[in-house]
């Protein structure tokens, strides 16, 4: 669709009326000198070489070439539909499970970490496919939404861990329910939940939550990580085995039926973990063989086709004709023709340059040929450093090859010569997903901020910035920590003086002498004795209160 990427230049049109006024104002003043003169005859002799009607026209041939001006300096385009990169593909929300019944060990190195792995195949398997990912224990908590970027999936999946998810416990329902809140209803795209775990579900509301998903046409497959038999959980934090409150070892076992008859109500099928191969493989068949009419498209990498150098030929030839147009010179319309031809071959030629070294790079990046979409996006910029599209695009191939600096410096680029809100939200989230992997959070919670201003309802934004929020919150916790301990080794090392400090135990004040009276002692031990009492009343009652939520199992 044809449109004006800066309609904010159209202003310039305000002085069209300005040039017109002055233009009347010449004429009026012209007229009065004449009537100066005196002698009409010979003013008329004087004038004889004057055409007013060709003053007229040289005029608005002017303004016409002003007009044909602000016209291409407002950029008409109109989106190349040649270079938006559609894939065929589904979106897949996985929800992994990392309650600490996850650690235990029955399937080396543990469940937890052979769940990664097999997650990271499915990922490798499923290039055309949009992957999201949930953690849950107690809770369950959106890591990453559904996005193309499968390096970034990669990425939140390895840091991973019981200690992302506050509330201990395992609730299978809550993860479904925070898969299906995911998803955009609005796609018309086959939609697919994959729950990784061992099944040892501590809440009822897993097989009704799978059913409503059901039927709303979201597919559920599970994946059952563990063995029958069971095994012990190793607690990180004592380098113990968990034990429960009767002090027992805790023995986790995979409960097969539960993750069985979550998939049954899903329209999903059930697999043991076995191979990781085997199973990835599996899984992608079910989802092709359902999801193959369904397409999903990425118009992040659009070129747009240009329309400013026909405006500027034409502006071009009008100030051509208006210059050779004299009273003593006939115009030369066919020089002017010439000239105007020459300047829209050259601006086309220039302009269709800068487009093939874009579409060549959008090519080469489709194919994960990013080297060579740099070269190319490089290419277009040697043409036209502003280019919006050639800095975005490669700015998303310099941070697929891990170039962070470079890519944000590209993305800043395409910012400042870009007056579209929409373009600039997305180069603005862009540049926040290249600092967050950097750790320059900071600098990435600003990204976030500014993407959020200029589009508040784009949720991947909300939630990456809630993420950096929470990792520069606990950066800050782990900083605050090494400097009490750096303080304490400190106090350490100092030599103790042991005169000093008992001379300054001989020089502090000594109690002085009660000056209360046996009644006023007893009334206020009475006093003190209520207290405590209504203390221990208030401590019992907490007590024996249940805490609301808090799950019978932390496990």
């Known amino acids: 669709m044809l449109h004006f990427q800066y309609i904010e230049y159209f202003v310039a049109l305000a002085a069209v009326p300005v040039?017109?006024?002055?233009?009347?104002?010449l004429v009026k003043w012209k007229k009065k000198t004449g009537k100066k003169i005196g002698d009409p005859s010979l003013v008329k002799e004087l004038t004889a070489g004057y055409s007013s009607k060709k003053f007229l026209t040289k005029f608005i041939l002017i303004i016409a070439a002003f007009t044909f001006c602000v016209f291409a300096v407002a950029g008409l385009v109109t989106p190349d539909k040649n270079q938006k990169i559609n894939r065929k593909g589904t979106d897949i929300m996985i929800a992994l499970d990392v309650s600490k019944s996850m650690l235990a060990r029955d399937i080396k190195p543990s469940r937890l970490e052979r769940a990664k792995q097999l997650i990271s195949t499915i990922i490798d398997k499923s290039p055309d496919d949009r992957i999201g990912l949930v953690i849950f224990a107690g809770r369950g908590y959106l890591q990453m939404p559904l996005t193309v970027d499968h390096e970034a999936a990669k990425m939140y999946l390895s840091s991973a861990s019981p200690d992302d998810v506050p509330t201990?416990?395992?609730?299978i329902s809550d993860a479904l329910q925070m898969c299906d809140a995911a998803f955009n209803p609005n796609d018309k795209t086959f939609k697919s939940v994959l729950l990784i775990s061992d099944g040892e579900d501590h809440d009822d509301d897993a097989i009704k939550e799978a059913k409503e998903l059901g039927k709303a046409g979201i597919m559920v497959n599970t994946i059952g990580i563990g063995s029958p038999e069971g095994a012990p959980i190793m607690d990180p934090a004592t380098g113990q085995y968990k034990k429960d409150d009767k002090g027992e070892t805790v023995i986790t076992k995979l409960n097969e039926k539960e993750l069985s008859d979550i998939a049954k109500a899903g329209n999903g099928i059930y697999?043991?973990?076995?191979?990781t191969d085997a199973v990835a493989s599996k899984i992608k068949n079910q989802l092709a063989n359902i999801g193959k009419e369904t397409s999903t498209s990425d118009s992040l990498y659009i070129s747009f086709k240009q329309y400013f150098q026909y405006f500027l030929g034409a502006a071009f030839l009008l100030l051509l004709i208006e210059f050779f147009m004299s009273d003593k010179k006939r115009i030369k319309i066919k020089s002017a023709v010439a000239v105007f031809f020459f300047l829209g071959f050259?601006?086309?030629?220039?302009?269709?340059?800068?487009?093939d070294a874009i579409i060549k790079g959008n090519q080469a990046y489709k194919e994960n040929n990013y080297n060579a979409a740099e070269n190319a996006y490089q290419q277009a910029l040697k043409n036209s450093d502003s280019d919006v599209t050639a800095s975005y695009n490669l700015g998303n191939v310099l941070y697929r090859k891990n170039n962070t600096e470079e890519a944000v410096k590209s993305y800043d680029n395409a910012i400042a010569n870009t007056k579209d809100d929409s373009v600039k939200q997305k180069a603005f989230y862009n540049k926040g997903v290249a600092l967050q992997a950097a750790k320059k959070l900071p600098q990435c919670i600003t990204a976030y901020e500014n993407s959020l201003i200029l589009n508040p309802k784009d949720e991947d934004a909300r939630q990456n910035l809630q993420r950096a929020l929470k990792e520069q919150e606990k950066q800050?916790?782990?900083?605050?920590?090494?400097?009490?301990?750096?303080?304490k080794n400190q106090k350490k090392q100092q030599p103790k003086n042991q005169p000093q400090n008992k001379q300054q135990k001989n020089n502090q004040p000594q109690p002085s002498p009660s000056k209360l009276s046996k009644q006023d002692a007893e009334e206020k031990l009475k006093s003190l004795l209520e207290n405590e009492k209504q203390l221990q009343d208030k401590m019992h009652k907490i007590k024996g209160a249940a805490a609301p939520n808090s799950p019978e199992k932390d496990w």
């Open 271 to 275: 697999q043991l973990y076995t191979n």
């Open 168 to 171: 201990q416990g395992t609730v």
């Open 19 to 25: 040039m017109i006024l002055f233009y009347l104002q």
């Open 346 to 355: 050259s601006l086309s030629s220039f302009s269709q340059t800068a487009k």
């Open 476 to 487: 800050q916790q782990q900083n605050q920590k090494k400097n009490q301990n750096k303080n």
